[in-house]
T-cell receptor, first 114, second 115 residues
Framework: DADVTQTPRNRITKTGKRIMLECSQT?????MYWYRQDPGLGLQLIYY???????NKGEISDGYSVSRQAQAKFSLSLESAIPNQTALYFC?????????????FGEGSRLTVL | GENVEQHPSTLSVQEGDSAVIKCTYS??????FPWYKQELGKRPQLIIDIRSNVGEKKDQRIAVTLNKTAKHFSLHITETQPEDSAVYFC??????????????FGKGTSLLVTP
């Protein structure tokens, strides 16, 4: 089945370290997103990408950067991790052509910054 | 930007009862309102959605209603079952392309259905 895959699924790191979370999809969708989930705060948009040449900031982009290496790959980086970036991170995709609006989420990457 | 408020944050019902979760949105131009269910340790998954040209939509035990004038929409689950226990998120999508079809989510409702 076509899916959205995130790696790593779990990561523990120390303050100041650089971390990359990777996302790949086999759905053939053009749009990709990174969301952050904190208990009681819902899902907050970090970055989104229309296609390989288009990157846009979401509501909480400070402290994060992204790279769209190919249509199927969208990675999220924390250049210098800090403890309040401890969260569950979700990658998601959507299909412009289908325009159903549905987001398809990966399984999530749980990041702990000590 | 779009602001979505969701209530209640937690909801406990007995099996067989109905559950209602309510959301309000701020951008009157928003035109797409999905609901996602997230089971413990799993990814969010779409369970039902409604567009701004429709007032109500049903899918078996689940229904969503939309009041554009009041800018609120609700999820109704009838005959609840223990497997309905999960966190439910509402979302709204503004129509402009600047958002990249990104969804603005409410903070979630943790629903517990007790046998």
């Amino acid at each position: 089945d076509a899916d959205v895959t995130q790696t790593p699924r779990n990561r523990i790191t120390k303050t100041g370290k650089r971390i990359m979370l990777e996302c790949s999809q086999t759905k053939g969708h053009d749009r990709m997103y990174w969301y952050r989930q904190d208990p009681g705060l819902g899902l907050q948009l970090i970055y989104y990408s229309f296609d390989v040449k288009d990157i846009n900031k979401g509501e909480i982009s400070d402290g994060y950067s992204v790279s769209r290496q190919a249509q199927a790959k969208f990675s999220l980086s924390l250049e210098s991790a800090i403890p309040n970036q401890t969260a569950l991170y979700f990658c998601a995709t959507s299909d412009t052509l289908g325009n159903t609006g549905e987001l398809f989420f990966g399984e999530g990457s749980r990041l702990t910054v000590l | 930007g779009e602001n979505v408020e969701q209530h209640p944050s937690t909801l406990s019902v007995q099996e067989g009862d109905s559950a209602v979760i309510k959301c309000t949105y701020s951008d009157s131009a928003s035109n797409y309102f999905p609901w996602y269910k997230q089971e413990l340790g799993k990814r969010p998954q779409l369970i039902i959605d409604i567009r701004s040209n429709v007032g109500e939509k049903k899918d078996q035990r689940i229904a969503v209603t939309l009041n554009k004038t009041a800018k609120h929409f609700s999820l109704h689950i009838t005959e609840t079952q223990p497997e309905d226990s999960a966190v439910y998120f509402c979302a709204a999508r503004p129509p402009n392309s600047n958002s990249g079809y990104a969804l603005n989510f409410g903070k979630g409702t943790s629903l517990l259905v007790t046998p």
